[in-house]
């Protein structure tokens, strides 16, 4: 893909996960200018004719709506606006996550139902397409009137404030609209409300978490069969008759990814004392196949709310309406975000429990899966540090959206919280990958255990692989190292799960 042309369809996670990956220029299609220019022709009419005062056009903000601004002033307002609402506060907010933050904003202006001008879309995505990266901090959001912090430091540098992340450095906005030949973007009536309301950055912080979440997904897929190798673990509980009688979609995928991961394996089919195996092997289906129904679910919401128009008011040219409402309010994000974290934090606590299982010393194989315990400790402690973010996972899992507190002097009197649902994800991610890269050193050096006897075809490919990055320990080496190797070997290896044909 080399362009991609907004407003000229719906947008969905799939579609924006190519656009990244494919490095593809955004313009502004037709239909979607045609639109605008439609809104903005109209609005500037209304304001000049209507005798009765329109939020946030020829009024104050939150608590100073009943405040009237004169027509002189409807620019300043704006801008001023933009000025005084870029508050966002923490850490720079990662690249990635600015980049869906200026498509997702251009998408959802491009619909024709917020006021903006034309020069003010092309001029977002001219920062898109040069890798110009406004300089967002992590905090300061409530998911309330929308994302009002973060989105206006996102559009400070359209009227030369702030900074940006350019050409490899930090620099002020003025400084890069000089370079680029561009002057700052003169806002017109509704134009800084247009930009600063809206729900752009919970959901951008949730692309990039589902992105990442479903990567993890296909991680612990793949490294929970190994471990089933490496404990000697049974088939029975993945067949499909058992799938088929609770038919939850997620369990019935996670079965079938199972067998079609554990297909031609001598480990797999070769005869089993034991009868059952514990929970986090024998109800992986249930387990697995819950987090993904969870992540489809999330999927669903954010596909609705990233093809929606999220600011206030809303324009409605052809009903001759501005409507002042509450498309802005996070709830629906935050709620689903917050299940999000609950489910990918399961993902992280069943994986250290087969880790736990694997270093007890069962089924044939050493205590801490080495061959002289006591002499060496083996992965003992690699199960510790598997336990202590597993815990503080538990700790992030803890709803954000419970939590709401007055703002706007009372206006504002129930907030989501939906960009501290959004942004915890990112944690609870972080940890996932370190949990993941222990149960695979774990389930690895168990299935060493088992030599001769081999697992399928793409285990013992994905164990070859592994290989050349971390060897099988014989003896007590500096853990820190191996589990740095197997995290570089995470960020590299592409884990290809639907390609394994049942």
């Known amino acids: 893909m080399k362009t991609y042309a907004i407003g000229s369809g719906h947008l969905t996670y799939d579609l924006i996960e190519k656009i990244l990956k494919s490095g593809a220029k955004l313009t ?102 040069n890798d110009i990266i406004p300089v967002v901090f992590d905090r300061g959001s409530l998911g309330a009137s929308g994302d009002l912090a973060p989105l206006a430091n996102l559009f400070l540098p359209l009227i030369g404030e702030g900074e940006v992340f350019f050409e490899g450095r930090r620099i002020k906005s003025e400084d890069m609209l000089a370079q680029m030949g561009w002057r700052p973007i003169k806002l017109k009536s ?89 929970y986090s092997f024998r109800c992986i289906p249930q387990v697995h196949g819950a987090v993904k129904d969870a992540m489809i679910h999330v999927t669903n919401v954010l596909h609705i709310e990233i093809n929606s128009v999220t600011d206030n008011p809303t324009v409605f040219p052809d009903d001759d309406l501005v409507v002042s409402g509450g498309n802005f309010h ?12 609950v489910a990918l934090h399961e993902l992280g606590n069943i994986s250290e429990r087969r880790v736990a299982q694997l270093i007890l010393g069962q089924r044939g194989l050493p205590e801490f899966l080495v061959a002289k315990p006591g002499l060496n400790s083996g992965f003992m402690i690699p199960q510790y540090a598997a336990a202590s973010v597993v815990s503080q996972n538990k700790m992030y899992a803890w709803p954000a959206s419970c939590d709401s507190i007055v703002s706007s002097n009372g206006q504002e009197d129930l907030v ?62 500096v853990m820190e190292d191996y589990i740095a190797k197997t995290m570089d070997f995470l960020n590299t290896f592409d884990i290809v799960i639907e390609k394994v044909d049942e």
């Open 190 to 278: 509704k134009e800084g409300l247009a930009l600063l309301n809206g729900t752009q950055f919970m959901s951008a912080n949730g692309i990039k978490a589902l992105i990442d979440g479903w990567h993890m997904v296909n991680c612990f897929d793949l490294f929970g069969a190994m471990s089933l190798e490496a404990f000697d673990g049974r088939i029975e509980p993945f067949l499909d008759c058992i799938q088929q009688v609770r038919p939850h979609p997620g369990q019935i995928e996670t079965g079938k990814i199972f067998r079609n991961l554990l297909k031609g394996s001598e480990l797999i089919s070769r005869y089993k004392e034991h009868v059952q195996d514990p």
């Open 416 to 477: 989501s919280m939906g960009a501290n649902s959004a942004t915890k994800l990112h944690k609870i991610i972080d940890n996932l990958r370190y949990i993941a890269a222990i149960e695979l050193m774990n389930a690895a050096q168990g299935i060493d255990f088992r030599r001769p006897l081999k697992s399928s075809p793409y285990i013992e490919y994905v164990m070859q692989e592994f290989r050349k990055h971390v060897p099988f320990v014989e003896e007590d080496v």
């Open 330 to 341: 996070g709830e629906p994000l935050a709620l689903a975000f917050d299940y999000m974290g």
């Open 28 to 129: 502004l299609s037709d239909e979607g200018r045609e639109r605008i220019s439609h809104c903005r022709d109209f609005l500037d009419v209304k304001t000049y004719e209507s005798k009765e005062p329109i939020y946030g056009v020829t009024t104050g903000f939150g608590s100073l709506c009943n405040k009237h601004i004169s027509p002189e002033e409807l620019s300043t307002l704006q801008e001023n606006l933009v000025k005084s609402h870029s508050c966002s506060i923490g850490t720079p907010v990662d690249t990635d996550v600015v980049r869906l933050m200026l498509l997702l904003k251009a998408h959802a202006l491009s619909m024709g139902f917020s006021g903006v001008q034309v020069e003010t879309v092309e001029r977002i995505l001219d920062f898109y397409n």
